[in-house]
């Protein structure tokens, strides 16, 4: 599974572009979603890379993204009823079972988008108009996708 993070805006943005950030629910800056590993998921995300910031997710980084941030529908927080509902023992438990592909965020119920906040301490010394790998916040980043998220919570 893949978290992914719009960073910027929508200002001069391409039709395409924001078409496929639209189809990922990236609506705004500061929201995550989690996307399969499916070649097409995996093409869209590549497309919008200089817009977004993505990477594998742990299951403890995502089981603290469940409990904090995420919502049913009707923008209800998750509690112990919907662990009771969907037999898991924890949060921990519940994200294990969406990252080994047993279920799935749809299937629990859960809105497919989290929304953050900006991170502490920024994005990067470069800002965000750059890729990663020049010290920005754009593009693939492998697992530090954790930390941003740790932060954004």
Do not use: C, Q, W
């Amino acid at each position: 599974m893949i978290a992914v993070v719009r960073v910027r805006g929508t200002v001069n943005v391409d039709k395409g572009i924001k078409k496929t950030l639209e189809l990922l629910r990236l609506f705004k800056p500061n929201h995550l979603a989690i996307v399969g590993g499916e070649k097409v998921s995996l093409k869209m995300v590549e497309k919008a890379k200089d817009y977004v910031t993505f990477g594998e997710i742990e299951a403890k980084t995502l089981a603290m993204l469940l409990e904090k941030r995420g919502r049913l529908e009707g923008d209800k927080k998750l509690g112990a009823e919907f662990l009771k509902e969907n037999n898991a023992k924890d949060f921990g438990d519940a994200a294990k079972k969406i990252l080994e592909g047993k279920t799935s965020l749809k299937e629990l119920k859960v809105k497919p988008v989290f929304r953050l906040h900006p991170p502490r301490k920024g994005h990067g010394r470069a800002g965000i108009k750059k890729p990663f790998k020049s010290g920005g916040a754009l593009g693939f980043r492998g697992a530090e996708i954790n930390a941003l998220i740790k932060s954004m919570m």
